[in-house]
């Protein structure tokens, strides 16, 4: 069977790819990667002011992630583009700052049990399915990307803040991040090869605006959780979500909680990196999935024999099971890792393998090359979920696959979105079969996370649904009434 390679870059020789981003005057970086940068294991990366190392070594990734002598902190270009954002959070700071938000944050994920949230997860999905029916019965063209960003930030919402998108706060606070995603995010090449390290960036009034405005928002859907919990009367036996469970978060060693502005620093990386991170992966997978049929078909297939299993139920235990449709999630996390890279800034010099680093040196660590090395994957460019069959993914087991980083700042919600993921996978991809407009215009592109260049529009067909569960049709289903509200 001849494998299906999705849109990616031709990589090409340096000077090359510098001239096609300057000529062009295109600032996604992927188009500036050349093919050295697939290929070496550490190098450095044409000509920068700053001097960017490349690594694509797991065992020097791992040594970088995991920092053990703190050496290698998040790189400014990130901290600039986040910290009007999400303030000093976890996401961002380091040093003693990191550990102390780390070792109160971790125990609240530990305690926030899948069962807890899975009820809100599943409801928001119904409600998507519901929505995809009048649209495949209108005819109406859909923004595949813009579609899962909706509903990943619906289930967000809902795990953090027990509450909707559907409230009208939650909804300008996604909109505010369409906002900050789109005009914050995109690289600026320039200042990554001219300007020194450190050198402060200021945002564009429209990003520090969005920003103040979805601080101010998530301060609001917090004081309105919390008005919420006080009013309930002591015997309510209520389920903690995970806004509540930061407010009662405590330093181990001071007993004190997070500040009103800590919990919005936290609670809007929470929000951010919850639903737009999972989302850009899915609009690749079903992107995928609408290309390659018989993939679709067999995901299907999987499903349906698992609620044959099941009595019909797809819960937590059900979904585990649905090993092809998690490998069609993984795959894509591969191809189209949502971080596209993960870069650090050198605080001092030193040695990193081969390579000697000096102080203010990018060290880039990117995904979107270590998941398609060829010394790592076989057909590396080409999308094929049996890689991951037990056994035959040897590189995942070399340390060449991190989609949710690695070390002490991998990701604490993986386990969340993998569920999460498999469900959204299994019961869109039962009832609905997307047909994309234009393919052949589709094109990833670094933002702040891997995205298409421009949105994929689709239609909609609706599958005969087979046991496939109750479905909820209220007319405030549609997201533009949804805004209204």
Not at 105 to 119: K, Q, S, T
Not at 213 to 222: E, T
Not at 284 to 306: D, G, I, Y
């Amino acid at each position: 069977m001849t494998l299906y390679r999705p849109p990616a870059p031709w990589p090409s020789g340096p000077l090359r790819s510098l001239l096609r981003v300057v000529l062009r005057g295109e600032r996604n970086l992927l188009s500036l990667l050349p093919l050295p940068a697939y290929r070496m294991r550490i190098g450095r990366l044409g000509w920068s002011r700053r001097g960017i190392v490349m690594v694509n070594d797991p065992a020097l990734v791992s040594e970088v992630l995991r920092d053990p002598q703190q050496m290698y902190p998040k790189n400014d270009l990130m901290v600039d583009a986040l910290q009007a954002l999400v303030g000093d959070s976890m996401f961002v700071c380091s040093g003693a700052n990191w550990q102390r938000q780390r070792a109160m944050i971790e125990p609240a994920f530990a305690l926030m049990r899948i069962d807890r949230v899975f009820d809100g997860m599943a409801q928001a999905v119904d409600e998507q399915v519901a929505r995809l029916e009048l649209a495949a019965c209108d005819g109406t063209l859909l923004s595949l990307d813009a579609m899962l960003s909706r509903l990943t930030a619906d289930i967000v919402c809902r795990a953090i803040f027990s509450v909707p998108l559907a409230s009208a706060t939650a909804y300008r606070v996604f909109e505010d991040f369409l906002v900050f995603e789109r005009s914050c995010a995109n690289v600026d090449i320039g200042r990554m090869i001219f300007a020194r390290p450190w050198t402060a960036t200021s945002q564009t009034a429209a990003v520090q605006s969005a920003c103040q405005r979805i601080r101010a928002q998530i301060g609001c859907l917090l004081d309105q959780h919390q008005q919420t919990r006080a009013q309930q009367p002591a015997s309510a036996a209520v389920p903690p979500d995970l806004a509540q469970m930061l407010v009662e978060a405590r330093d181990p060693a001071s007993g004190q909680g997070f500040t009103r502005e800590e919990l919005i620093d936290q609670l809007g990386v929470f929000f951010l990196a919850g639903h737009e991170t999972t989302a850009s992966a899915l609009t690749w997978a079903f992107f995928v999935l609408a290309m390659q049929p018989a993939l679709a078909s067999r995901l299907r297939a999987e499903v349906a024999a698992q609620r044959l299993l099941t009595g019909g139920v797809l819960d937590p235990a059900a979904l585990r099971q649905l090993s092809f449709t998690r490998n069609v999630f993984r795959e894509a996390l591969r191809l189209y890792p949502p971080i596209t890279f993960l870069p650090r800034v050198a605080l001092r010099d030193g040695q990193l393998g081969p390579c000697r680093i000096r102080r203010g040196n990018m060290i880039m660590i990117a995904p979107w090359t270590l998941h398609r090395h060829a010394d790592f994957w076989d057909n590396p460019d080409c999308f094929d979920p049996d890689r991951f069959v037990s056994g035959l993914d040897r590189a995942h087991a070399a340390g060449a696959y991190i989609p949710f980083g690695q070390g002490p700042r991998v990701c604490v919600g993986a386990a969340f979105a993998s569920l999460e993921a498999t469900l959204i996978l299994a019961r869109l991809g039962e009832c609905f079969s997307f047909t994309v407009q234009a393919p052949e215009r589709v094109r990833p592109a670094a933002r702040l996370t891997t995205r298409p260049e421009q949105e994929i529009l689709i239609s909609v067909g609706l599958l005969e649904r087979a046991a496939a569960g109750p479905s909820v049709r209220p007319e405030s289903l549609r997201w533009s009434q949804m805004k209204a509200s």
